[in-house]
């Protein structure tokens, strides 16, 4: 836009030279141009990096926006793809009846029942002996004389 402005100004510059053939009034303008056209280029230079740098993010956006929307267009062919396949799958597979397994747990009820009554009996054992001591033989009187 400001080189827009920059060269609109030398437009008028070149054609109010070739219009006026006294020079006086023309320099004092031209000089007025002049700095103005300056003006314009440093404020155009000061925004050329800045317009640079948006070109660049702008650039390097797109770029990481198309790189997204790729994988996103991959993940839902990869969906479309197994949404088929599952519910193929599921059709073919067919159920079992229902079976109970008797045998896996008998060996451990045994096993429990059978270490549970072994410890029982241990423990009454012991039990019996502390509690239930044989009384102490009785005292023979000694004889008397």
Not at 29 to 35: F, N
Not at 54 to 68: F, M, P, V
């Amino acid at each position: 836009m400001l080189k827009l402005q920059r060269d609109g100004l030398r437009l008028e510059l070149n054609s109010v030279l070739a219009a006026n053939p006294s020079r006086a009034p023309v320099e004092k303008k031209l000089g007025a141009v002049e700095l103005e056209i300056q003006a314009i280029e440093t404020e155009l230079q000061r925004f050329e990096s800045g317009m640079s740098e948006l070109r660049k993010l702008t650039e390097k956006h797109e770029a990481e926006k198309a790189t997204y929307q790729r994988t996103l267009d991959g993940v839902d062919q990869f969906n479309s793809a197994l949404k088929p396949l599952a519910e193929y799958i599921t059709v073919l597979e067919r159920a079992t009846p229902a079976t109970e397994q008797v045998e896996d747990w008998r060996l451990p009820i045994a096993a429990g029942a059978g270490g549970g009554g072994l410890l029982g009996a241990l423990v009454g054992l012991a039990l019996s002996l502390l509690l239930v001591r044989s009384p102490k033989p009785p005292q023979i009187p000694a004889a008397v004389v």
